[in-house]
């Protein structure tokens, strides 16, 4: 993940500058333990400022609206209680190439700052810092104690001290072109890590983008870069530097991440706060995506895992049972020949009524004939009682498999983050398996969150087709949006997503129109890497829900059957 660096923040707060101040603070909304937002009001418009102190995501920048879910962070509840109602009248760096904004508080814009919001973009030690008139704490998003560090310890109720001052020298607009060739050329190495070295204020991205942009490899020897490349590099340079002291930035999007200089830029950002916000917040929904994926696959690996075995313990001993009849035909001649049974015999071999062969009974020596029949006679009691429980046990088992496997599917479609949607379908499945007892609900509670919107598409005949993501938006497909008219689709005996074919009255769908919809069933279902897939697909009046079924499951009638393509959706 990119992070951001001083010349990105610097842009940032640029913007800010000059869309947002003054601006009055209206709430403050914790998103998670990294993130707050501020509810900023100027003359003519609202947003939310966001401020991370994430340790691979921290940023400033106006983001989206915070979920409507209770917040109940200490953090944010004592920064509402001192900042409320306050202006913000001042955003600005706390020194010359330092990545800490300063956030100035008054109670009306030209009177003094009554508190301070720093904000400190420092990778893993990235923080939020809140003080007073005086610059001591009042509170801190990370508290560090003298036993974390030594250097800087962030206590409340204690001074608040700048970071420790860079060492390596500042950039700047007026040094010689010879002077900068030599700095970083003085000690041959690559380009990227001698620049690095040299000067303060510069990124890994910076660069990269500054030597891509005169056709330079990042990690090229410095001696083996010709008087046009120095120059070329060292107009870039400038440009650079002019940039920050112009704070006139190009934003735009690269093949890999973003740039605010325009170098390499394949689509280019109108607003540094959308770029921000949209890199980062689909960075970290990627992220717990495949982390949410991960757990809940594993979760769901562990459990079919040992369903299967009792399943197949069911069936073994349901197999078993069959044999009941067995026992009961060994009692029978047993007692029809007790004549021929001598004490001590282990086993004892008798023709069958019918075909008259010969058949070993197993004996225990020390029970006389009658003894040996009664166990046969309970032996085959016993496995018609069990055969009558395994039976029920064995369904359930199936179902809960079923279940299981259909809920596999869906969390392994789409197989890579592409939308916010997907991230709200894999938090839903998250609170079905919670609610249905497969997995643990954790100490900290929120509300449902938003429901994602159905997988859509269009047939070549115009008509749209709605696929649901998870269980609970199947049951939604199917048992509520479903038309009359409307066409409903399913893997035959495969796990899968319910698919709507969407019809108006006196609609009919042509061969393409079915075919297409085929296809994507088959592709949004277990089936996906098979070549063909029998789809069936019903009018939803023939489409019921068994009593007492889990989320997902539903029977059908009246089905037809159209082979499916999945590979052509690829």
């Not at 030690?125 to 974390?148: C, F, G, K, P, W």
């Not at 962030?154 to 950039?171: C, F, K, N, S």
């Not at 200089?261 to 970290?284: A, C, F, H, I």
């Not at 010969?358 to 004996?363: D, E, G, V, Y």
């Amino acid at each position: 993940m990119q992070p951001v660096d001083f010349t990105t923040l610097m842009a940032a707060c640029a913007e800010l500058q000059a869309d947002w101040l003054p601006a009055r603070l209206e709430q403050v909304y914790q998103r998670d333990r990294h993130t707050i937002a501020l509810a900023l009001r100027t003359l003519d418009q609202r947003a939310w400022l966001t401020l991370s102190w994430h340790p691979q995501a921290a940023r400033v920048c106006i983001g989206d609206p915070p979920p409507r879910v209770p917040d109940t962070f200490t953090f944010s509840q004592q920064l509402q209680h001192q900042l409320k109602g306050l202006a913000l009248v001042t955003i600005k760096a706390i020194a010359p190439w330092e990545r800490v904004l300063d956030l100035q508080f008054a109670r009306r814009p030209g009177e003094d700052a009554l508190w301070h919001l720093y904000v400190e973009i420092m990778g893993k030690y990235s923080n939020v810092i809140l003080t007073n008139q005086e610059d001591l704490i009042v509170t801190a998003a990370h508290q560090v104690s003298s036993q974390q560090s030594s250097v800087r310890p962030i206590q409340t109720g204690q001074p608040y001290e700048v970071p420790p001052a860079l060492t390596d020298p500042a950039p700047s607009l007026s040094e010689a072109q010879s002077r900068w060739r030599e700095r970083i050329s003085l000690v041959p190495g690559s380009l990227k890590r001698n620049i690095l070295k040299s000067y303060r204020g510069l990124s890994s991205t910076l660069i990269a983008s500054m030597a891509q942009a005169v056709e330079l490899k990042p990690d090229q020897p410095t001696d083996s870069l010709s008087d046009r490349h120095w120059q070329q590099l060292f107009d870039c340079w400038q440009t650079w530097l002019r940039a920050l002291e112009q704070q006139q930035f190009q934003p735009g999007w690269l093949m890999q991440g973003y740039t605010v200089m325009g170098w390499g830029t394949v689509e280019p950002v109108k607003s540094v706060q959308d770029l921000l916000n949209r890199y980062y917040t689909d960075q970290l929904n990627q992220q717990e995506f495949s982390q949410l994926r991960h757990q809940i696959g594993q979760k769901l690996s562990n459990i079919l895992k040992k369903l299967n075995i009792k399943a197949q313990d069911f069936r073994t001993r349901l197999q078993q049972s069959d044999q009941a009849d067995d026992y009961r035909e060994q009692a029978d001649l047993l007692m029809a020949h007790l004549h021929e049974w001598q004490p001590g015999m282990k086993a004892i071999a008798l023709a069958d009524f019918t075909t008259e062969k010969p058949i070993t009974i197993p004996l225990n020596p020390e029970k006389n004939a009658v003894q040996n029949a009664q166990a046969l006679y309970k032996r085959h009691q016993k496995l018609k009682r069990s055969r009558a429980a395994l039976i029920p046990l064995l369904d359930e088992v199936q179902a809960e498999i079923a279940y299981l496997e259909q809920v596999e599917v869906a969390i392994s479609q789409p197989e890579q983050y592409q939308t916010p949607d997907d991230l709200l379908s894999l938090a839903e499945i998250r609170d079905e398996l919670i609610q249905q007892k497969y997995l643990e609900a954790p100490d900290r509670r929120s509300s449902a969150p938003p429901s994602p919107d159905f997988r859509r598409q269009q047939t070549p005949g115009g008509h749209e087709v709605l696929i649901g993501r998870n269980n609970r938006q199947n049951d939604q497909l199917t048992f509520r949006l479903a038309g009359d008219y409307d066409l409903w689709f399913h893997a035959q005996e495969i796990p899968g997503s319910h698919v709507l074919l969407r019809l108006q009255a006196g609609d009919v769908p042509d061969e393409a129109d079915l075919q297409f919809t085929a296809d994507l069933t088959a592709y949004y279902s277990r089936a996906r890497q098979s070549e063909q897939v029998p789809i069936i697909y019903t009018e939803p009046k023939h489409v019921y829900k068994p009593k007492g079924a889990k989320p997902g499951i539903a029977i059908y009638k009246n089905e037809r059957v159209i082979w499916g393509q999945p590979q052509r959706v690829k």
